[in-house]
């Protein structure tokens, strides 16, 4: 090793990017930045036998959070003894947990600098992912790593089942099989016997583009016996994922027409939490009744793309 990036040699390592080190080309560095930092062969590394030499872990540790031993990650924060804490730990705490003074907000730039130069393991390191990653690619790798677990979408059911995103399909087709899943754009989720008392839950899966998506109707009863109904889609997959399409929930009747347009929750949010916001169609029972046809209850639901398909702009 004559000429090489210090940085590299500490971090390529969890990246897996090791062998072209002694012809180390800046642009190909998985920490791009350090192109601009450090061109080609301006750094000699000349290992010292009593130097200790940081490796990318020891660094990593220095950014973990004291509460939650998730990293600490720009914008850094601290508190005026120099302590760190995390942007999901600081707003649920009223002091700082190492030395309990107060928690400030003192920027430090240079711990966010440093930052830069430090590959984090991924969150999921413990269930299994291998991956370190710089600070900026964190998220977006974590919203798709392969070791991310999911929980069940199936709403009301009591369903303990975890696992992957590519295994979510699957199970609901196995394990819950009075799901009926519709290939179409444009279907229409019959629900059958509103009046039925006490909160109730249909679902369906609807296939196109490509995707799944999951549709629920959910009704509930509030303390005073009033019913309200909720109608929502998620699809089973990403927030990028689901940004692309747009879902329209549709009550038609005689010389009525009540309709909903949002974009599709993805497997990361939550139904119930949607629900509770009401961010999705909700009528009660009195519009209900409206639209119904002997207790049952037609809701069009029609998928479609927000952005020109490839396909359409070539026609
Ligand atoms: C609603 O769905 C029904 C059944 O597929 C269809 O006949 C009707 O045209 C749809 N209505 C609208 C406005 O899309
Ligand atoms: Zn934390
Ligand atoms: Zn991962």
């Known amino acids: 090793v004559r ?17 072209p080190c002694p012809g180390f080309v800046p642009a190909l560095c998985p920490i791009r930045h350090m192109a601009a930092a450090l061109p080609m062969g301006t750094l000699k590394y000349i290992p010292s036998p009593k130097a200790p030499v940081a490796t990318n872990s020891d660094l990593a540790n220095l950014f973990e959070c004291p509460v939650c031993f998730d990293f600490v990650l720009p914008p850094i924060l601290q508190c005026r003894s120099g302590h760190l804490v995390c942007s999901n730990c600081r707003p649920k705490l009223t002091c700082c947990p190492t030395c309990r003074g107060p928690l400030g907000s003192i920027r430090n730039l240079a711990m966010e600098k440093v930052a830069h130069f ?7 390191a413990l269930l299994g992912c291998k991956v370190a990653l710089a600070h900026s690619e964190k998220v977006d790798h974590e919203e798709l790593c392969e070791f991310r677990p999911y929980s069940c979408p199936c709403p009301g059911a009591s369903c303990k089942w975890q696992g992957s995103l590519d295994d979510i399909i699957p199970h609901l087709m196995h394990k819950h099989k009075s799901i009926t899943t519709l290939q179409a754009e444009d279907i229409v989720l019959l ?37 309200q109904f909720f109608a929502i889609v998620q699809l089973i997959g990403t927030r990028k994922q689901a940004k692309n399409f747009i879902y329209r929930l549709q009550l038609i009747g005689h010389c009525r027409r009540l309709t909903w347009e949002a974009t599709p929750l993805s497997i990361h949010e939550d139904i119930s939490v949607a629900v509770m916001n009401s961010d999705c169609l909700v009528f009660d029972m009195n519009i209900a009744q409206l639209f119904e046809d002997s207790g049952n209850l037609d809701i069009n639901v029609t998928i479609s793309t927000c952005h020109p398909m490839p396909s359409d702009q070539e026609g």
């Open 191 to 227: 629900a059958r016997d509103i009046n039925l008392p006490g909160a109730v839950n249909w679902v369906l899966m609807q296939a196109c583009f490509g995707f799944h998506f999951l549709l629920v109707l959910k009704k509930l009863e509030k303390f005073d016996g009033h019913q």
């Open 118 to 124: 430090v590959m984090f393991p991924c969150r999921y």
């Open 3 to 19: 000429s090489v990036c210090l940085v590299c040699v500490c971090v390529c390592v969890p990246c897996g990017w090791l062998a």
